[in-house]
């Protein structure tokens, strides 16, 4: 098993939308979560971090949920903008990314 | 507003040579590192620096040097290139020490070896 495992999509959303991606990880221990974006061509930015309590930027929210290990994305009312390739960081470790485009 | 410099932007090379790619912030980040990142294998750690004069290896450190005699640049040597090295290389720095805390990166170095 990977150590942080993402379905690779890709997600094909209309505009919108809600869409949802999540992240397993196998390090029960780790303590550190974020959510990068990389756009075609791109470096990686980072969208937004993912605390224990569940975290909301706009459209945007994250969550933790430790016993089942996995993190969420969800994005509400999707946008032409989104289309992206949404990468999960956990302690560090890279997941390879989930694919989303966001058709009109 | 420079934060993470990286050249060259593109490069090709034929196996065997040599090359140094190039890595610069100006954000007085302490913790630095470089990435290689292949199709659906996600950004794997080649080798990180948690202050000048400071490298260990990361993920996959075979065939890549790193140096860190300034806290600004961060250079990454192929020592004789091989085509399992084509690659997008990205570097990266924080500015805490640890890649759990969050990086900010450079644009990348598309590398082909023929």
């Given amino acids: ?104 | 507003n420079a934060g993470v410099t990286q050249t060259p932007k593109f490069q090709v090379l034929k196996t065997g040579q040599s090359m140094t790619l190039q890595c610069a912030q100006d954000m007085n980040h302490e913790y630095m590192s470089w990435y290689r990142q292949d199709p659906g294998m996600g950004l794997r750690l080649i080798h990180y620096s948690v202050g000048a004069g400071i490298t260990d290896q990361g993920e996959v450190p075979n065939g890549y040097n790193v140096s860190r005699s300034t806290t600004e640049d961060f250079p990454l040597r192929l020592l004789s290139a091989a085509p399992s090295q084509t690659s997008v290389y990205f570097c990266a720095s924080s500015a805490v020490s640890g890649a759990k805390n969050i990086q900010y990166f450079g644009a990348g170095t598309r590398l082909s070896v023929l």
């Fill in chain 1, 1 to 104: 098993r990977k150590e942080v495992e993402q379905d690779p999509g890709p997600f094909n959303v209309p505009e919108g939308a809600t869409v949802a991606f999540n992240c397993t990880y196998s390090n029960s221990a780790s303590q550190s979560f974020f959510w990068y974006r990389q756009d075609c061509r791109k470096e990686p930015k980072l969208l937004m971090s993912v605390y224990s309590s569940g975290n909301e930027d706009g459209r945007f929210t994250a969550q933790l949920n430790r016993a089942s290990q996995y993190i969420s994305l969800l994005i509400r009312d999707s946008k032409l903008s989104d289309s992206a390739t949404y990468l999960c960081v956990v302690s560090g470790i890279f997941g390879a990314g989930t694919r989303l485009f966001v058709k009109a």
